[in-house]
């Protein structure tokens, strides 16, 4: 069990780029099942998710997402890469309270780590069209679309390099392979103070 946890941590990825496939819908069922028992904050259970996967409303909601901003256009997933798809996370706007964005992270990773679990790719999305997302699922007033996370067959598998230069922009090079610069563990972890190393 242990070493399950550590292979779903090391192996998700943020993926952009998916191969032809469906995702079903006992699938998608687990996964917000997952989110929706997730910790939240006051316990206020503010949050809906909307699964997705019919081919045409799955289509028209990619249209409005934007992939991988730091790769200026070229990050956005091409014809025949696209997700086959989607979890809309929305917040109850007469549930919710100011930490129920807190309720959102923790769900929106709930779902990545269960779907790498179910060997699918899967890439947390804020930027997108809300109010054009809200029209094409019918969402009401009361909800406002926080997340989408955009899921298919994984089509690529980014890797993680060590930060150069201070730079944290994800890249890719001339074959497409994507990179994701993390902060080293010595950096950002401690133990028993600030500083303080594990050595
Ligand atoms: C709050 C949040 C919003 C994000 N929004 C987008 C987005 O709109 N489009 C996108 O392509 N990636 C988005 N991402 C994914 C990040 O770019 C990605 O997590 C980061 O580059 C690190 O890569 P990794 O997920 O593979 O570790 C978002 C991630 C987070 C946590």
């Known amino acids: 069990m ?15 780029k998916f191969k032809p496939g469906a995702v079903d819908s006992e699938v998608l069922r687990k996964l917000i099942d997952a989110a929706r028992l997730g910790p939240s904050a006051a316990n206020k259970q503010a949050l809906i998710f909307i699964a997705v996967n019919d081919p045409s409303l799955a289509g028209k909601i990619f249209e409005t997402q934007k992939f991988a901003a730091y790769l200026a256009g070229a990050g956005q997933p091409q014809p025949g890469e696209e997700p086959a798809a989607h979890i809309l996370i929305a917040r109850n706007r007469e549930l919710e309270i100011a930490e129920t964005i807190r309720d959102v992270g923790a769900a929106a990773q709930t779902i990545l780590m269960g779907a790498c679990a179910y060997g699918l790719g899967a890439t947390w999305l804020r930027s997108f069209d809300r109010p054009k997302a809200a029209e094409i699922l019918d969402l009401r007033e009361i909800y406002v679309p926080d997340s989408v ?25 001339e074959t497409g392979q994507h990179f994701v610069p993390k902060r080293s563990f010595e950096e950002v972890c401690f133990l028993n103070g600030y500083n303080k190393g594990w050595s």
Request: charged content about 35%; proline content about 8%.
């Open 2 to 16: 242990i070493e399950t946890f550590h292979k779903i941590i090391e192996l998700r990825r943020s993926v952009r």
């Open 149 to 173: 996370i955009a899921l298919g067959i994984p089509g690529e598998a980014p890797e993680v390099v060590p930060i150069r230069d201070g730079d944290i922009k994800y890249w890719r090079d």
